[in-house]
T-cell receptor, first 113, second 117 residues
Framework: GQNIDQPTEMTATEGAIVQINCTYQ??????LFWYQQHAGEAPTFLSY????GLEEKGRFSSFLSRSKGYSYLLLKELQMKDSASYLC??????????????FGAGTQVVVTP | DSGVTQTPKHLITATGQRVTLRCSPR?????VYWYQQSLDQGLQFLIQ???????AKGNILERFSAQQFPDLHSELNLSSLELGDSALYFC????????????????FGAGSRLTVL
């Protein structure tokens, strides 16, 4: 099976930077995704990494190290609307090569004024 | 509006009952996925369909079943409901299925909140 770990909650101030770490232990790794989920709403896609390195998208960046089973999501210039749960998800190979996406429990980010 | 439509938005029922949740994928998407999200748990993958065929199965209980119809909409049937089945059930769709499809990002619907009393 897969084991995906991320912190339960993080608090940061408006305008600051927060880094959410995600570690995973899995066989058949085939990509890592980050989703944002506001309370009671649908998750929305933020970023995708399949090769090692940093992917930057505006205020959000995501990093992957496959050898370490590690990723982080970096949120810069935090805004109040960034208060949400951030879900790390790992896609793994299946025997029929179709793959499955497994989610971590999510990190609740609280942005304070 | 993500383009993925789920009905009903809210459903309250009693233990032992059966319910059906419906999902219409985004136009052009062939894959449909079902996830369960309980209060104290993350998104749990239940099942995936691609163009009408079951492609991957997760931790789906035997009391639950799903199907995808020729028009690509999908239904998740939950029977002999228990208190522990109370959760948000999300449907997601993607353009394709399979690992050779690059990012193949999932687009989620707004969810169906099921309360079992």
């Amino acid at each position: 099976g897969q084991n995906i770990d991320q912190p339960t909650e993080m608090t940061a101030t408006e305008g600051a930077i927060v880094q959410i770490n995600c570690t995973y232990q899995t066989s058949g790794f085939n990509g890592l995704f980050w989703y944002q989920q506001h309370a009671g709403e649908a998750p929305t896609f933020l970023s995708y990494n399949v090769l090692d390195g940093l992917e930057e998208k505006g205020r959000f960046s995501s990093f992957l190290s496959r050898s370490k089973g590690y990723s982080y999501l970096l949120l810069k210039e935090l805004q109040m609307k960034d208060s949400a749960s951030y879900l790390c998800a790992v896609r793994v190979m299946t025997t029929d090569s179709w793959g499955k996406l497994q989610f971590g429990a999510g990190t609740q980010v609280v942005v304070t004024p | 509006d993500s383009g993925v439509t789920q009905t009903p938005k809210h459903l309250i029922t009693a233990t032992g009952q059966r319910v059906t949740l419906r999902c219409s994928p985004r136009s052009g998407d062939l894959s449909v996925y079902w996830y369960q999200q309980s209060l104290d748990q993350g998104l749990q993958f239940l099942i995936q369909y691609y163009n009408g065929e079951e492609r991957a199965k997760g931790n789906i209980l035997e009391r639950f079943s799903a199907q995808q119809f020729p028009d690509l909409h999908s239904e998740l049937n939950l029977s002999s409901l228990e208190l522990g089945d109370s959760a948000l059930y999300f449907c997601a769709s993607s353009p394709r299925g399979g690992l050779l499809s690059g990012a193949n990002v999932l687009t989620f619907g707004a969810g169906s909140r099921l309360t079992v009393l």
